[in-house]
Structure formats: C-alpha cells, structure tokens
C-alpha cells in the first residue's frame, strides 16, 4: 500500500472511489482529531510501547486516503523508520514521544512570559531558519504571548515588514502564535499551517516559525 518513501502508492488512490472535494476534508478534519486522540492517550503515561506505535502505524494504513496529507504524514514516516527493522529502542522512543508531543502541543510553561504553550510544534522548520524582517511578509496565527494582533503587526511594520491575512506563495513566514487551541485543527489556526506545509511540500520558501523564535530576532533587530 505504501511506498519506500512513507507515501501511499499511487495505484492504491486510484483504486479508492475520491469522494468530492468537501467531503474529504470533513473526513480529513474527523481523522486528525481521531489521530490527535490516540496521540494524547499514548503519551499519558510518557511512555509509547512497540505495540502502541505499531497500533498507530496500523491505523495510519487503515486510513489510507490521508497518509499523505498532514499532520499524518508526518507520523507516519516517524513509525515506519523506527519499526523498519522489527526492533523498537529506546531512542527510536524517544524520537516518537517528541513528535508526538509536537502533534498534540504541550501542557508546559514559558516561564519567562507566564504563558502556557499550547501550539502544534510538528510543522516547525528544523533547523531554525533566519529571520529576516525588511522587506519580508509574514501571517501570524494563534494567540501570541506577546501581545494582541495588532501589537504583532506594529512590531512587524517598525521592522519594514508587512503581514498578510493569509498564507500564499508571496508570503515568506508564518509565526505560529505559542498559546494554540488543542483543537487547532477546526480553526483558522490550523488552517494556515496546513496552507503553508501544503506550500512549502511544493517547494515554495516558506517558513514555519514558533513565536519564542520570532521574539528572539525581534529582540536582536530591536
């Protein structure tokens, strides 16, 4: 069903009968909550056994028609290396807890701005891009730690950047805001993160930023 590099072959979706464009991102939107589910039971305990991540990778595969949309792909490519070999280590673990983690966002605190972090890290560019701020357009989105949108946009604008209300090839990053909704996938959140690694799978420029990141270089251009 899946090829070598972690994508659904191409006569397997040709075998499936499409339904219309809508209907699949319902069907999409119903699977990454069901997926983000069983993420978050899994890692209740910290710990994610072999039988658990093959579970995961076996129902990936049963859902198919997603494999390669985000965030599955992602997990999926995750599970399929660290179970390749039919020995699952503790750091192959470890590699899983981590992306898991970044799936479903955490519980924990930036103490230094008191706020709680709560947004998907799995769409983060790695390594850290530069950022570099004149002449450069941006789309932020989620709640900032920093302030209020328009106190992001005025940092944006005294930087000679300007900000986009929505993600396209003309947009070079997107700042993701650090107090996420869990339930990013239903919200316009998570529909321009899925916009831009969309884009950026496309091979557009375009980089995914956590706002801690984008406070860092605010602060060196300040």
């Not at 978050?40 to 056994?49: F, I, P, T």
């Not at 985000?70 to 673990?93: T, W």
């Not at 000679?160 to 996938?185: D, H, P, T, Y």
């Not at 420029?205 to 990141?213: A, F, G, K, M, Y």
Request: proline share 5%.
């Amino acid at each position: 069903m899946f090829n070598k590099t972690g994508r659904i072959a191409p006569e397997e979706r040709v075998r499936q009968d499409p339904p219309s464009r809508f209907t699949l991102k319902q069907q999409q939107d119903r699977a990454a909550d069901e997926l983000v589910g069983l993420c978050r039971g899994m890692l209740s305990d910290g710990v994610v056994s072999a039988m658990e991540a093959q579970f995961l990778k076996d129902w990936i595969e049963r859902n198919a028609i997603h494999a390669n949309a985000f965030p599955f792909d992602i997990v999926y490519r995750q599970l399929q290396s660290a179970l390749a070999d039919g020995v699952f280590d503790e750091h192959e673990e470890q590699d899983l807890l981590s992306t898991l983690v970044n799936l479903v966002g955490g519980e924990q605190r930036d103490f230094a701005h008191a706020s709680p972090s709560l947004a998907s890290a799995l769409p983060l560019c790695q390594p850290t891009p530069a950022i570099h701020f004149a002449g450069s357009v941006f789309v932020v989105t989620g709640t900032f730690a920093f302030g209020n949108r328009r106190q992001v946009i005025d940092a944006l604008e005294s930087r000679q950047a300007s900000a986009a209300s929505s993600v396209s090839k003309k947009v070079n990053f997107l700042v993701i805001g650090e107090i996420g909704s869990q339930a990013w996938r239903h919200s316009s959140y998570g529909r321009k993160i899925e916009a831009a690694v969309e884009l950026r799978e496309a091979g557009v420029p375009l980089r995914i930023v956590s706002e801690p990141h984008w406070r860092e270089a605010l602060a060196s251009t300040s």
